[in-house]
C-alpha cells in the first residue's frame, strides 16, 4: 500500500532523524564534540589502529615460566615440610613436571607421605565450574623414593589465575603511559588482548609489557672472586648474573631474597642531588622497610644486588643502615628508561613472562593517510554512484540517492551507538554497501516498469513492484547477512570490524528501501499525480532482452570446468604469494626521511643481519619501501627480535609506518578459522536456500559460489597478489554477493514455474534471466563503481581486498547466469512443485516474447 499513516512518517523520519542527530558529532572535533551540551548526543565513531595509529598486541603467558615456578615453589615446599617434621632425605630434584626425594628412613616414608599430603590438597577454582583442582600427586615408584607429579589441570589454573594477574598488571602499566581508550580483555585460557590507540611510541609499550618485573634485592657473595665462580662452580645458594651495563658485569649473588617488589608500595624517577643522573626512588611497606632495615644494618661495608628479571641493575655498598624504608636504584639510565622502570615497579610485577605471539602497529602518519584514503574513496565512490542512479532513473534515482544518503548516516549513526571501531577494512565494508544497497532500490524499480508495461496503471505497479520485491530483497539480503554473521564470528580484528559493518549495512538498506524509499515514492505521487514512469537515459539501452543464455549452456559449461580445473591445479602447483597471516613471519612499512628510498640499500643491509629470506619492495610511493622476512623458526620470541634488529638498522634513515608480526602459533589458527569461516558460511547459506526454495536451488546456488571461490584463489595464484587476513573477508563477501545474484535470479525463476508451468525449462530460464538482466547490469555497475573508486584512491593496504572484489562481482555475475540456471536442467527442476497457490489469472498468462520462440 502506498498509503502512509501520520504515525508511521512520523516514525520514518524520527529515525532518520535519530540517524543524523547520534552520527553528527562525527563531524566534528572531538574538543567541538565535549563542548556539546549534556542533553546532546556526544559520542563519536571510535576509529581503529589503522586509521588513527596505535597497537594491536596479542600476548600469551608462558606456560613453561609456570611450571618452572610451579616446579622450584614445590622444591622449595618439599624441603620445608620435610624439615619441619624432622624427617631425613637426600636427593631432592625437579624436572619437567615432577619433583623426586629420597627417604632416608624407611620406616618413615608413611610419615613422609603424611608430611607431603599439603601438596595435594585440592584448591578452589573458577575453571570447570567452579569446582576443585588437585595440584599436584604424589606416588612411590620404588621404595624410600616419593614421586610428586603436578597435574595438568593444576598447570592450567595456575595459567588462568596469571592471566587474571597478567591483565591488571598490564592495565596499571598501560594506564601510567597516558592513553586514552586502552582494551585489555582475556582471550581464551592463556592469552591477552591488548590494543592502544594513538600511541605514538608503539616500541616503548612491548618493552613494557615484555618485562615481568621481578625486583628483588640479595646481598652479593664476596666468597669467592666471581671469575673463579664462573670457570668453576659457584658455592651452594649462590648463582652469577648479569648486570645491564654494555658489555654486561658479572656479579656472584646469593639466591637468597632480603626484601621482594611485592613489599614495594610507591615507585618515581628522579634525579641524584650528588651527580644530577636520573634514579629511580622507591619506598617499601612497613614490613618491607623492617626487613631492609635489618638486612642493611647486619651488612654495613658489603655490596648488595637490586636485581631485575635476573638482571642486575646496580650493585651499591651499604655505607650505613637504612632504616627509613626508602631508597634509590641508580643505573645507567637516561630519562625515558628511569620513567619506564619506576612505571614497571609501580605496577608490580608479572606472574610470568608474557610472549608477543601477533603485533599490529600502525604509525599515526600511516593511520592520517588512510583515513584520508578512505575519505577520498568513500566520496569518489558515492558521486560515481549517486550519478549512476540518477542517469539511470531520473526522478526515481534522485529518490534512491535520498535513501542511500540516509543509509550511509544510518550505518554511522549505528556503528556510534554499538561503540563499534571504524577499520580500514570497514571503510570498505561501507563503500560496498553503498554500491549494493542500490541493489534493492533496482529491484523494485525494475519490478514497477514490469507491472506498469504489463497493463497495470501507476499506483497499482508501484503498489505491486514494491510487494513483489520484497521476498527476493529479503533472500538477497539474508545470504549476504549469513556470511557477514558467520565472518564476525570466526574473523579476527579487522576482518570482523568489516563484517560488523556489513551487517549494519544489510539491516539498514532494508530499512532504507522498504519504508524511506516508499514514503518518497508515495509523496511524489500524491502530489504530482504522475501517469506514466519518470524516464532515465539508459532506458533505450537496457530494456527487453531477448538473448538465449540455454544455448550456450553446454560451452559455458565446459569452459567453467576448465577454468576451475587449471585454478586448482595452479593452486597445487604453484605456491600462492601467502601473507604473514597464514605463514607467520614479519611485514614492515618503511619511509624514506628524505628523498626517495632505496630498496637496493634496504635489502642489502637487512641481509647481513642473517634473518633468512627478505623481500622488498616499492609500496604506494617512491618513498615507502614494504619489507617482509620470513617466519623465523625460533619460537615466538624469534619474531620480535627480528623487528628490534631491523629497527635498529634502519630507524635512522627511515620511519617505521607499520609493524605486524604473526607468529607460528596466530598463523595456524588464522589459516584455520579462514578456512572453517568459508566452509561453514557455504553450509549455513545451503541450508537457507535449501528451506526458502527446493534442493536443486541450493546445490545449484552452492556450485556456483564454490565455482567463484575457486577461481578467485586462482587469480590469487596467478596474479601472485598476497593472500592475507582480509583477502578471507574479500572471499566471503564475494559468497555473499555471488549468492545475492543467484537468489534473485531464482526468485524469478521460482515465481515463473509457478506462472508457465508448461513452458520448457531452458525457455523459462532464458525468460527469468533476460527479465532480470536489467536489474542485474545496473547493480553490477554500481558495486564496481564503488569498488573501483577504492582500488584506485583507497591506498595501497587495502589494494589487494578490493582487487579481489572487483573480480569477485565479476565472476558472481557470470556463475549466477551461465552456472546457477543451466544447474536446474541438470538437475532435471519440475515446475509441478510449485504450482500450489496459482490463481486463474496467472494460469492465463503465456510468456512473452523469447519464452513462446524458445526451442533450447
Do not use: C
Amino acid at each position: 500500500m502506498l498509503y502512509f499513516s501520520r504515525w508511521k512518517t512520523t516514525l520514518i523520519w524520527l529515525a532518520v532523524l535519530a540517524g543524523v542527530v547520534f552520527a553528527f558529532p562525527n563531524l566534528l572535533s572531538q574538543q567541538q564534540a565535549d563542548s556539546l551540551p549534556d542533553w546532546a548526543p556526544s559520542k563519536k565513531l571510535t576509529l581503529g589502529l589503522d586509521l588513527q595509529g596505535g597497537s594491536y598486541m596479542l600476548l600469551q603467558v608462558d606456560r613453561q615460566d609456570i611450571i618452572k615456578d610451579r616446579l622450584t615453589t614445590t622444591v622449595d615446599d618439599v624441603r620445608r615440610l620435610l624439615r619441619d617434621a624432622g624427617i631425613g632425605y637426600t636427593g631432592l630434584s625437579g624436572t619437567g613436571q615432577m619433583v623426586q626425594v629420597r627417604i632416608r628412613d624407611d620406616a618413615r616414608v608413611d610419615e613422609a607421605k603424611t608430611a607431603l599430603n599439603e601438596l595435594t590438597q585440592p584448591v578452589n577454582s573458577g575453571l570447570f565450574g567452579g569446582g576443585t583442582v588437585a595440584e599436584a600427586t604424589i606416588e612411590e615408584p620404588q621404595p624410600g623414593q616419593l614421586r610428586i607429579l603436578l597435574t595438568d589441570e593444576g598447570i592450567t589454573y595456575r595459567v588462568s589465575s596469571a592471566v587474571a594477574q597478567s591483565i591488571e598488571v598490564v592495565r596499571k602499566r598501560i594506564d601510567e603511559l597516558g592513553t586514552t581508550e586502552p582494551v585489555i580483555q582475556r582471550q581464551g585460557v592463556d592469552r591477552i588482548l591488548v590494543q592502544v590507540p594513538g600511541l605514538s611510541d608503539p616500541e616503548r609499550l612491548k618493552n613494557l609489557l615484555n618485562q615481568t618485573a621481578k625486583l628483588a634485592f640479595r646481598m652479593v657473595d664476596t666468597s669467592v672472586p666471581v671469575q673463579e665462580a664462573i670457570e668453576g662452580r659457584p658455592p651452594a645458594g649462590s648463582e652469577v648474573l648479569y648486570s645491564t651495563d654494555d658489555p654486561p658485569i658479572p656479579y656472584l649473588v646469593e639466591r637468597t631474597v632480603l626484601v621482594s617488589g611485592e613489599n614495594l608500595v610507591d615507585a618515581q624517577a628522579g634525579y641524584d642531588q650528588r651527580t644530577n643522573e636520573p634514579v629511580v626512588s622507591f619506598r617499601f611497606d612497613s614490613k618491607g622497610g623492617q626487613r631492609f632495615g635489618q638486612a642493611t644494618t647486619a651488612n654495613v661495608g658489603l655490596p648488595f644486588a637490586i636485581v631485575l628479571d635476573d638482571q642486575v641493575v646496580s650493585a651499591p655498598v651499604i655505607r650505613e643502615p637504612i632504616l627509613g624504608g626508602t631508597g634509590q636504584i641508580s643505573g645507567n639510565f637516561d630519562v625515558q628508561s628511569a620513567n619506564d622502570l619506576a612505571i614497571l615497579l609501580r605496577a608490580g610485577a608479572l606472574p610470568a613472562t608474557l610472549t608477543v605471539i601477533e603485533e599490529r602497529t600502525v604509525g599515526p602518519g600511516l593511520g592520517a593517510d588512510s583515513v584520508a584514503a578512505g575519505e577520498i574513496a568513500g566520496i569518489i565512490g558515492a558521486v560515481l554512484v549517486v550519478a549512476f542512479m540518477f542517469v539511470a532513473y531520473g526522478m526515481l534515482g534522485f529518490f534512491a540517492n535520498l535513501a542511500l544518503i540516509a543509509n550511509v548516516v544510518m550505518i554511522i549513526a549505528v556503528l556510534t551507538l554499538l561503540g563499534a571501531t571504524l577499520t580500514l577494512p570497514g571503510i570498505a565494508g561501507i563503500v560496498l554497501t553503498v554500491g549494493m544497497a542500490v541493489d534493492s532500490n533496482v529491484l523494485i524499480y525494475e519490478r514497477i516498469r514490469e507491472e506498469h508495461r504489463a497493463g497495470r496503471s501507476l499506483i497499482q505497479a508501484i503498489d505491486a513492484g514494491f510487494s513483489k520485491a520484497f521476498s527476493t530483497i529479503l533472500d538477497a539480503n539474508v545470504t549476504t547477512l549469513i556470511a557477514a554473521i558467520i565472518l564476525f564470528y570466526l574473523g579476527t580484528g579487522p576482518v570482523r570490524g568489516f563484517a560488523v559493518t556489513l551487517a549494519v549495512g544489510i539491516v539498514t538498506t532494508v530499512f532504507t528501501a522498504f519504508t524511506l524509499t516508499r514514503w518518497l515514492v508515495a509523496e511524489w505521487v500524491r502530489r504530482s499525480r504522475p501517469k506514466s514512469m519518470p524516464k532515465g537515459a539508459l532506458d533505450a539501452i537496457i530494456r527487453d532482452f531477448t538473448f538465449r543464455f540455454m544455448k550456450l549452456r553446454r560451452f559455458t559449461f565446459v569452459f567453467s570446468a576448465a577454468t576451475s580445473v587449471i585454478a586448482m591445479v595452479l593452486f597445487a602447483t604453484i605456491n600462492m604469494n601467502y601473507g604473514i597471516d597464514f605463514k607467520g613471519g614479519s611485514m614492515i612499512e618503511v619511509q624514506a626521511k628524505e628523498g626517495n628510498a632505496d630498496v637496493g640499500d634496504i635489502r642489502a643491509r637487512l641481509s647481513e643481519l642473517n634473518l633468512g629470506e627478505i623481500q622488498a619492495q616499492e609500496f604506494g610511493s617512491p618513498r615507502e619501501v614494504l619489507i617482509r622476512l620470513q617466519a623465523q623458526g625460533g619460537g615466538e620470541n624469534a619474531e620480535q627480535t627480528a623487528i628490534t634488529l631491523v629497527r635498529g638498522e634502519l630507524e635512522e634513515s627511515y620511519d617505521i609506518r607499520r609493524v605486524e608480526v604473526v607468529g607460528p602459533t596466530v598463523s595456524g589458527e588464522l589459516a584455520q578459522a579462514g578456512t572453517i569461516a568459508v566452509i561453514a558460511s557455504l553450509l549455513a547459506i545451503l541450508v537457507y536456500v535449501w528451506f526458502r526454495f527446493e534442493w536443486q536451488f541450493a546445490l545449484g546456488a552452492i556450485i556456483a559460489t564454490v565455482h567463484d571461490v575457486v577461481l578467485t584463489i586462482g587469480i590469487f595464484v596467478i596474479s601472485g597478489i598476497e593472500f592475507n587476513l582480509s583477502s578471507i573477508a574479500a572471499v566471503l563477501t564475494i559468497v555473499g554477493y555471488s549468492l545475492n545474484d543467484t537468489v534473485v535470479v531464482y526468485d524469478r525463476v521460482r515465481e515463473n514455474l509457478r506462472r508457465y508451468k508448461k513452458m520448457p525449462l531452458p525457455a523459462l530460464l532464458d525468460l527469468s534471466i533476460n527479465q532480470m538482466l536489467p536489474r542485474t547490469i545496473l547493480t553490477s555497475v554500481t558495486t564496481l563503481l564503488a569498488l573501483i573508486a577504492l582500488f584506485l584512491f583507497g591506498g595501497e593496504v587495502i589494494r589487494s581486498f578490493t582487487f579481489a572484489m572487483i573480480f569477485g562481482v565479476v565472476i558472481g555475475t557470470y556463475s549466477s547466469i551461465f552456472i546457477a540456471a543451466p544447474v536446474l536442467i541438470l538437475f532435471k527442476l519440475r515446475s509441478d512443485t510449485f504450482r500450489a497457490g496459482m490463481d486463474a489469472e496467472d494460469e492465463a498468462e503465456t510468456a512473452p516474447g523469447i519464452a513462446d520462440k524458445s526451442t533450447a
